[in-house]
């Protein structure tokens, strides 16, 4: 056991852990030349080509250290975005130590900062590296500083690295192989094994992913998940190496996979605890947190007859997202679909984006909402995410909303904006912490709501791209909502309500007005776009009438040509939506529920 080390890397997001998971890959020849393409450990397009890791992934290396011996690294690699910290939560649980990159030409981030609290949380050595050497910008002593004043950590351990040349690469596995500790457990007492994420494969079922914490397991063990109460049977074990590589047993210390006729990954809670039947841990694993949705959002089929095949996509990537719900829904302007649960807006874009993608759907998705908590005036409570089951103004007696502590670190220079557009989303108190020469961490208690609008976008854009935000929940705070209808042509348009502060709702309602106004095609007669509450009307747009005539173009002359027009015409009509006598094109609704 003294030969292993299980660690991850915890970094800002864009601080370069996927470029140093590749590197220390290479270095350990975890996979031949041949196989090894870059961000090995990003396994979707989507991780890919926007740079971010969603899920996390595992992988089991040897490596051959100075002193001659071999040592078992297991590399957990984790999110870096906020919206799946609970998914970082699981993957330190797994872990013994750390490593905390910090890139040299940024210094410490919002995340980084984040990340090292859940990580001491956890108990983990900490390892500091400091990244990206190589560039121009690179200020490895800045970075040394801002590893002592910001993280409290030792300084002079902190290793720097070129993760993109690989520069110091050898320093950094001797400095896991040095500073990280070995995990410890009893092999021979009662299994303990902690199932730290899981993913589904089309041949194999799940796969579930575990770090043996106290026990030994083999194929053919009954093994039982704790909280779920589900009893499965060990078909196959073993290590993760870049395919699964089978062993005889998985025992205390290890981390690696276990295939166990599980049919889907909503059948199991991740973070849970495995056991033997015959042989019970005595309690679970401490610490056990299931998957919160905080964001809820309606996903429509642009046209009614993909129906069938949203359901069939919905139920295809639940099988392999544990974090995703969905239920039945249906709009009388967009027809059936479904209400969806995410972990935060990057888990709705992702399974947005993933839907059409993928699946090829063209889709219609209501503004995101968070959970209202509402006391109603006969005293009962009521949860609503969704604008449809909104109950009639009169019935209420309070309301509260989720909050948030955020976390925004950005240069002293933008502070003043930061704060203010805090403020502009209901930041009910702000307090600076001066973290080190030129860089400021605001604090803010806000609504999870405000966030959801036109808050990170606008972070970016004031901070020029230096902001960074992280957050955690806090509590439900009392709040005036109201719920907002947009009327196109006097007809509501269900899938565009939307649940605001009372302060918020005609700012938000002219935007979308403008918004449609601008992207719903002209049509032959003159149609009104309306915000409203209730019966009043907050916020009005018109398009004006036009005489449209796409054949005229043509001098009557050439058929094919006129042909080929009014071909085009149609198809493009595939992609839009019939509202009375209003033809709406998907992108309208694209446009106007974009939220950030
Ligand atoms: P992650 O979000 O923390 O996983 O970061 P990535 O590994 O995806 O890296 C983010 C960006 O930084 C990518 O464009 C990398 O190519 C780049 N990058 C990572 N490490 C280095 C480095 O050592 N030097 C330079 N110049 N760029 C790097
Ligand atoms: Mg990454």
Redesign the pocket.
């Known amino acids: 056991m003294k030969h292993i080390r299980n660690f991850c890397?915890i970094?800002?997001?864009?601080?370069?852990?996927?470029?140093?998971?590749?590197r220390l890959i290479q270095a350990c020849e975890g996979i031949s030349q041949r196989e090894f393409h870059?961000?090995m450990l990003?396994s979707m397009d989507i991780e890919r080509e926007r740079?971010?890791?969603i899920k996390s992934n595992t992988v089991t290396l040897t490596y051959h250290s100075k002193s001659g011996e071999d040592y078992l690294l297991n590399l957990i690699d984790t999110p870096?975005h906020v919206d799946f910290s609970h998914e970082v939560r699981r993957s330190l649980m797994a872990c013994d130590g750390a490593l905390i990159?910090v890139?040299a030409s940024q210094g410490v981030e919002a995340q980084t900062v984040a990340n090292l609290y859940l990580a001491l949380e956890y108990d983990l050595e900490l390892l500091p590296v400091i990244?990206?050497?190589?560039?121009p910008a690179a200020d490895v002593e800045m970075a040394r500083e801002a590893i002592d004043g910001e993280l409290g950590l030792d300084p002079f351990q902190a290793i720097p690295?070129?993760?993109?040349?690989g520069e110091g690469i050898h320093e950094v596995l001797e400095g896991i192989v040095e500073h990280l500790p070995p995990p410890s457990g009893d092999p021979t007492a009662p299994l303990k094994a902690l199932v730290f994420d899981a993913y589904f494969d089309k041949y194999r079922g799940v796969i579930l992913q575990v770090r043996i914490m106290q026990g030994t397991v083999k194929p053919r063990d009954n093994i039982r998940f704790m909280h779920a109460e589900r009893d499965y049977k060990v078909d196959e074990l073993g290590f993760n190496q870049f395919k699964l590589n089978p062993k005889d047993k998985l025992t205390a210390g290890e981390v690696g996979y276990i295939v166990a006729g599980v049919k889907s990954v909503q059948d199991i809670e991740i973070g849970d605890t495995l056991t033997l039947v015959n042989r019970p841990a005595d309690a679970p694993i401490p610490g056990y947190q299931p998957a919160k949705q905080v964001v809820f959002s309606s996903v429509y089929p642009m046209s009614t007859d993909e129906y069938q095949d949203l359901t069939k996509a919905l139920e295809k990537l639940a099988i392999n997202d544990a974090a995703l719900t969905y239920e039945k829904d249906s709009s009388a302007a967009l027809g059936f679909g479904f209400r969806c649960g995410f972990l935060g807006l990057l888990h709705l874009d992702v399974i947005q984006e993933r839907l059409e993608r993928e699946f090829d759907l063209g889709l219609v998705i209501s503004a995101p909402s968070v959970k209202y908590i509402l006391t109603l005036k006969d005293g009962t409570t009521l949860n609503v995410d969704n604008p449809t089951n909104w109950p009639d103004p009169s019935t209420i007696d309070s309301a509260s909303e989720p909050y948030i502590k955020a976390s925004i670190l950005t240069p002293d220079e933008y502070v003043g904006s930061v704060m203010e557009l805090c403020r502009e989303h209901r930041s009910e108190s702000q307090t600076m912490n001066y973290l080190s020469a030129g860089r400021v961490e605001v604090v803010s208690e806000m609504p999870l709501g405000e966030v959801l609008f036109d808050f990170y976008g606008k972070l970016k854009m004031i901070t020029r791209g230096y902001g960074s935000f992280d957050y955690e929940p806090i509590e439900y705070r009392k709040t005036d909502i109201v719920k907002v209808d947009i009327l196109v042509n006097k007809e509501p348009i269900d899938a565009l309500s939307y649940l605001v502060h009372r302060d918020k709702a005609r700012t938000r309602a002219l935007h979308y007005c403008e918004q449609l106004a601008e992207a719903i095609p002209r049509h032959q007669f003159k149609i009104p776009i309306q915000g409203a509450i209730g019966g009043s009307v907050i916020a009005r747009s018109t398009i004006q009438a036009v005489r449209k005539d796409v054949t005229a173009k043509c001098y009557g002359g050439d058929i094919s040509r006129k042909k080929k027009l009014l071909e085009k015409q149609k198809k493009g009509k595939a992609k839009m939506k019939q509202f009375g006598s209003v033809t709406i094109p998907q992108k309208a609704f694209v446009s106007v529920l974009q939220t950030s």
């Open positions: 890397i970094a800002h997001i864009d601080h370069g852990k996927s470029t140093l998971a590749d870059d961000q990003d740079g971010i890791t870096g990159i890139d990244n990206k050497i190589d560039l690295v070129s993760a993109k040349t």
